[in-house]
């Protein structure tokens, strides 16, 4: 994929875009191998929701390990959790992921992490944002091969929550309800549409206009830079030393 | 508690997979279907904490260690250290699981090895890597279980794998 640039990393491109949607006085939480939610929402908390709680799952540091896993599911089936994310071996065009099997589920190909809540939390949480580092089309399929969690419910099927949206490293796509399809909001800067096209295994939905995904501030990427990149590096060691999250 | 209700989760492939879950019309909810999940009730658990004392009790890492102790028949848990001060008297910096619920507490220091066990130690990447390339193919993972395991003491493995990780 041919995104570059000098002045922010993938990884703070996402979390700058991550910290948009998290909103003042609500409860957000992510689980484990989040690193990127984890900064986006810690970015949101210094900049415009200082009031907002957030609970990840299983944190180590006592200042984000405020309440247990357990509880936080408790909270998502009260209705109380804003938003969780999620990502997924594989992501279909229905909103389906699938964290469990690839191939046949009897004899799988490759036997995945497994489910760890998000049968519940997908169907509970407010907003679920969706998010993947690698955007191709092995990733994003037109039918999960093991549906982990649903996308979609009938009526009988008590919902308020969902997909929301869709963050990867090359573009932003919003999932409308009514049509049940992702639609495109941005491509990242130097990348085109075609190429997320070509990437993406599931028809979605594209505007006339496509903008570019707007770029981090100086001051977001002092603020990532600084001490938020110390706490997600609390958190996820391996995945700041190896310059996931860049600089 | 015989089984709990779940939201969410129907219509997933995970239902699929466990025919003893039911899903019945929820009694409060009208028209709308709610997921009930059975007990789990374990012969055995098996669980590594941080700490246990002389009386059996045993400070653990997470919140449902408690819980996990609570539904099983025997409670056989692995610690980092034996103290010797009453932990239900000082469980900080973990979760206590009273005596009564424990069968039988081993010292066995880093024994969440190749993961990790913090504050005690962070996990061993370099082990899991080398664990993964090992057990892509049934030769490795014999040549894998060679070294480490077959023929190996607990104190052995742990001497092995504690020389290998000072370099790193």
């Known amino acids: ?83 969780f994310f999620l990502g997924g071996a594989q992501i279909d065009g229905h909103g389906n992921i699938n964290l469990t099997t690839i191939g046949d589920h009897d004899r799988p190909d490759v036997r995945l992490p497994g489910a760890a809540g998000s049968g519940m939390l997908y169907f509970m949480t407010n907003r679920v944002i969706l998010f993947r580092m690698e955007h191709t089309s092995r990733v994003f399929v037109e039918n999960v091969d093991f549906i982990t969690s649903a996308g979609t419910s009938g009526e009988r099927v008590e919902r308020p929550g969902g997909p929301s949206m869709l963050i990867t490293n090359i573009c932003v796509m919003t999932y409308q309800k009514e049509q049940k399809k992702f639609e495109l909001e941005s491509v990242h800067p130097g990348v085109t549409v075609d190429e997320v096209r070509e990437n993406t295994g599931f028809e979605f939905l594209i505007p006339d206009e496509v903008p570019a995904t707007t770029t981090p501030t100086p001051e977001q990427l002092e603020l990532l830079r600084g001490s938020i990149k110390d706490r997600v590096g609390g958190e996820y060691p391996g995945f700041v030393a190896s310059g996931g999250f860049g600089g | 508690m015989p089984f709990i209700p779940s939201r969410g989760v129907i219509g997933t492939d995970l239902v699929n997979l466990h025919p003893n879950w039911k899903i019945i019309e929820d009694p409060y909810n009208e028209g709308h279907d709610i997921l009930l999940v059975p007990a789990i009730r374990p012969d055995i658990a098996m669980i590594h904490a941080f700490k246990a004392d002389q009386n059996g009790n045993v400070l653990a890492p997470g919140y449902e260690d408690r819980m996990v102790a609570q539904a099983s028949d025997k409670v056989l848990v692995t610690v980092e250290e034996i103290v010797d001060y009453d932990l239900s008297e000082d469980p900080r910096g973990g979760h206590l699981i009273p005596w009564p619920f424990i069968s039988l507490v081993i010292h066995a220091p880093r024994g969440s090895h190749p993961g990790g066990m913090k504050p005690y130690y962070e996990a061993d990447n370099g082990h899991f890597s080398r664990y993964m390339e090992a057990s892509r193919t049934a030769d490795g993972f014999n040549a894998y279980l060679d070294e480490f395991v077959r023929g190996h003491t607990e104190d052995e493995y742990r001497e092995m794998v504690t020389r290998a990780a000072v370099p790193a």
């Open chain 1, 1 to 83: 994929m041919p995104f570059r640039s000098d002045d922010y990393t993938i990884g703070e491109l996402m979390a700058t875009r991550i910290s948009r949607e998290v909103r003042d006085d609500t409860y957000v939480s992510s689980g484990a191998a989040s690193p990127v939610p984890m900064a986006g929402v810690l970015l949101a908390q210094e900049t415009h929701a200082p009031d907002m709680i957030y609970v990840p799952i299983g944190a180590s540091n006592p200042e984000l390990n405020l309440i247990s896993g357990k509880e936080v599911f408790d909270l998502a089936q009260r209705g109380r959790l804003d938003i």
